[in-house]
């Protein structure tokens, strides 16, 4: 497939690997990067997410992780041939078995949203048959530093119950960034980010 060229570095795809896409282009675009120094990035696909926040964040160092074997390759690959190379690591990782003494001060997913439907294209990345919210949640707060930041893009239509589900886990929504596909349209997806720590919302549109 054609390689998708970003200013500082190349993303070489797959026809089995999902794709690089506009939400992952968002997330990497504005997930609060700046304070971070250990990032640990939850279904890479191409690493596109931790291959932008890395352009972003210059100190940072990354770990991305996915259980599929096609996309952890490709991952390590794209990060190999970045310039940001030294400070980025992956691997071949069931995220509901990931054991690390380790705290992350960005947990950052594209998660899958859809249930599990009949087709097979993008099964993984797409429909939540491997990782559902509750465990993607759960798991995050648990590795999440004191100060840490966990941030996901999802539909807007599942904002509410993903909320819900992260409150119960002692985790407190600071910042939600709605993002609508033109001016004066419906929004169609949330940029959603959480702290362990209550604070006011900041609610910003895009």
Not at 112 to 124: H, L, N, Q, R, V
Not at 149 to 162: D, L, M, R
Request: glycine share 8%.
């Amino acid at each position: 497939m054609k390689s998708f060229t970003f200013k500082q570095f190349e993303i070489q795809q797959s026809k089995d690997v999902f794709r690089v896409g506009t939400d992952g282009v968002l997330l990497g675009a504005m997930a609060n990067v700046g304070h971070a120094r250990k990032v640990l990035e939850i279904g890479t696909g191409t690493g596109l997410i931790s291959l932008m926040l890395a352009q972003r964040n210059l100190q940072a160092e990354f770990l991305g992780i996915d259980i599929n074997q096609e996309a952890a390759c490709l991952t390590g690959i794209n990060f190999a041939n970045s310039p940001f190379a030294s400070r980025l690591k992956n691997k071949l990782q069931d995220f509901k078995r990931f054991d690390t003494t380790d705290r992350f001060d960005l947990i950052v997913s594209n998660p899958p949203y859809f249930e599990e439907s009949g087709s097979d294209k993008d099964k993984i990345a797409r429909q939540t048959v491997e990782l559902n919210f509750h465990q993607l949640i759960s798991k995050s707060s648990a590795l999440l530093s004191e100060k840490g930041i966990f941030s996901v893009i999802i539909p807007v239509e599942a904002g509410n119950g993903f909320i819900e589900i992260a409150e119960k886990n002692k985790l407190f929504l600071m910042r939600r960034i709605h993002i609508k596909g033109i001016q004066n349209a419906k929004v169609k997806r949330l940029i959603l980010e959480f702290s362990l720590s209550k604070a006011g919302v900041k609610n910003v549109n895009w």
